[in-house]
T-cell receptor, first 114, second 114 residues
Framework: AQSVTQLDSHVSVSEGTPVLLRCNYSSSYSPSLFWYVQHPNKGLQLLLKYTSAATLVKGINGFEAEFKKSETSFHLTKPSAHMSDAAEYFCVVSDAGNNRKLIWGLGTSLAVNP | GAGVSQTPSNKVTEKGKYVELRCDPISGHTALYWYRQSLGQGPEFLIYFQGTGAADDSGLPNDRFFAVRPEGSVSTLKIQRTERGDSAVYLC????????????FGPGTRLTVT
């Protein structure tokens, strides 16, 4: 069965410093992996997706993630945090052979301090 | 263009009552999904529609939950004999076609059962 573990429930960074949100997955198939962001009182938005093409995936708002099969990881990074990045971030894996059914991590709350 | 909309945004009901939650997907999107998000958790898959039919309802927790999409556009999630444990944010998402990777989410309906 697919599963996702987000290693940090809360991350706090200073504005202008790098962001690292960690995600490990478990999958017996070649997974599709996603990062979604949820701003307060707004709908979930797709940041980026990995679907077995390039292992380094670039997303919106300067975020990127690298798929590392040997480490079963899909960590999200950004070189320089902005105040507007403060939000809840979810790492997601699609169900085996079925990208309609998404399996979600518990989320990481990112705080950006001035 | 218009995104996914959900009504009501908030619903408070008494234990044992019946509720209906509505989702208007993006125009032309054929795939529609319902999720439930409890406090501090990631979204949990409930049901997926392709057109008018429920292609996968394996996430519905029990027979008190039912969803319809009679004309292949608007969907209604129906909960009978509500229980306090049903309190959560109910999210709807749509995709342009079956198997599309990106799901576009609505803002959710916050259901509180007292």
């Amino acid at each position: 069965a697919q599963s996702v573990t987000q290693l940090d429930s809360h991350v706090s960074v200073s504005e202008g410093t790098p962001v690292l949100l960690r995600c490990n997955y478990s999958s017996s198939y070649s997974p599709s992996l996603f990062w979604y962001v949820q701003h307060p009182n707004k709908g979930l938005q797709l940041l980026l997706k990995y679907t077995s093409a390039a292992t380094l995936v670039k997303g919106i708002n300067g975020f990127e993630a690298e798929f590392k099969k040997s480490e079963t990881s899909f960590h999200l990074t950004k070189p320089s945090a902005h105040m507007s990045d403060a939000a809840e971030y979810f790492c997601v894996v699609s169900d085996a052979g079925n990208n309609r059914k998404l399996i979600w991590g518990l989320g990481t709350s990112l705080a950006v301090n001035p | 263009g218009a995104g996914v909309s959900q009504t009501p945004s908030n619903k408070v009901t008494e234990k044992g009552k019946y509720v209906e939650l509505r989702c208007d997907p993006i125009s032309g999107h054929t795939a529609l999904y319902w999720y439930r998000q409890s406090l501090g958790q990631g979204p949990e898959f409930l049901i997926y529609f392709q057109g008018t039919g429920a292609a996968d309802d394996s996430g519905l927790p029990n027979d008190r939950f039912f969803a319809v999409r009679p004309e292949g556009s608007v969907s209604t999630l129906k909960i009978q004999r509500t229980e306090r444990g049903d309190s959560a944010v109910y999210l709807c998402a749509s995709s342009p076609y079956d198997g599309a990777y990106e799901q576009y989410f609505g803002p959710g309906t916050r259901l509180t059962v007292t």
